[in-house]
């Protein structure tokens, strides 16, 4: 199981994200990310940066196991 994508929202947070990233466990997503309601697909207005495990979200969890 896992998240399609997640944020960080603390500094704290903010500097393991940019280990993972420096080190290519994790990388900024760039996608575009929607929202469907009545019918309607519209792009969602969260400005927050979104990122990804790579190559997949279980490398967030083998990297933390070490």
């Known amino acids: ?3 399609q994508y997640f944020t ?4 704290a947070f903010a500097h393991q ?7 290519g466990v994790a990388a900024a997503w ?4 929607k929202t469907l309601g ?3 697909s519209s792009a969602t ?5 979104r990122y990804v495990g790579v190559p997949g979200m279980s490398a967030l969890a083998r990297d933390l196991a070490k």
């Open 1 to 3: 199981h896992g998240a």
């Open 8 to 11: 960080c929202r603390t500094d």
């Open 17 to 23: 994200v940019e280990d993972w990233c420096r080190r």
């Open 30 to 33: 760039g996608a575009p990310i």
């Open 38 to 40: 009545g019918g309607v």
């Open 45 to 49: 207005r969260e400005e927050s940066r």
